[in-house]
T-cell receptor
Framework: DTEVTQTPKHLVMGMTNKKSLKCEQH?????MYWYKQKAKKPPELMFV???????INESVPSRFSPECPNSSLLNLHLHALQPEDSALYLC??????????????FGPGTRLTVL | SQQGEEDPQALSIQEGENATMNCSYK?????LQWYRQNSGRGLVHLIL?????REKHSGRLRVTLDTSKKSSSLLITASRAADTASYFC??????????FGKGTTLSVSS
């Protein structure tokens, strides 16, 4: 299984809502990533988990809260978002983080709209 | 912050033609990777070239790397309509995360 799955595919939420994005992989990868991508822009790294521990937080606002319950799952909890947070949220995994020569496997993304 | 800068930003060609995209970067790297993204979907890894390699092939893809000029090129030969997508280069320094360039949008018409 070389797939990264993400749910939901689409999410519309109000600024006072709390929601979660989910990501799953069964490739035995020990590194997982969250990216944010705005239209016609490249992905921007948000968080990196390595062996289920948060290793990189790219100064992301606290209204985004990542969680890695186990080596196969990665969640992104959303609370009190702003309309400018509307974007495609991509999850990725790789064998190990922090080493060289790592290709990343991406999920299809969650299209988030904040009203 | 973005390290890579692709050129051109957009490219339109006919099926069967070759497509060449370039990527320039600013700092020393450990490897450079190319990814493809179909409209509004996830990225697909195409090829990785290490800093001590100069050229790599994979099917219809050819990637070159010139570390003295801090640049790379991706050549897609005999393009097909299915190659229509955005293409991103991504650089990696030792022990760090990938940094993506701004991307090239390729349109292949039949």
């Amino acid at each position: 299984d070389t797939e990264v799955t993400q749910t939901p595919k689409h999410l519309v939420m109000g600024m006072t809502n709390k929601k979660s994005l989910k990501c799953e992989q069964h490739m035995g990868h020990r590194a997982m990533y969250w990216y944010k991508q705005k239209a016609k822009k490249p992905p921007e790294l948000m968080f990196v988990y390595s062996y289920e521990k948060l290793s990189i937080n790219e100064s992301v606002p606290s209204r985004f809260s990542p969680e890695c319950p186990n080596s196969s799952l990665l969640n992104l909890h959303l609370h009190a978002l702003q309309p400018e947070d509307s974007a495609l949220y991509l999850c990725a995994s790789s064998q190990v983080a922090g080493t060289s020569y790592n290709e990343q496997f991406f999920g299809p993304g969650t299209r988030l709209t904040v009203l | 912050s973005q390290q890579g800068e692709e050129d051109p930003q957009a490219l339109s060609i006919q099926e069967g033609e070759n497509a060449t995209m370039n990527c320039s970067y600013k700092t020393s790297i450990n490897n450079l990777q190319w990814y493809r993204q179909n409209s509004g979907r996830g990225l697909v890894h195409l090829i990785l070239i290490r800093s001590n390699e100069r050229e790599k092939h994979s099917g219809r893809l050819r990637v070159t790397l010139d570390t003295s000029k801090k640049s790379s090129s991706l050549l897609i030969t005999a393009s097909r309509a299915a190659d229509t997508a955005s293409y991103f280069c991504a650089t990696q320094q030792a022990g760090t995360a990938l940094i993506f360039g701004k991307g090239t949008t390729l349109s292949v018409s039949s």
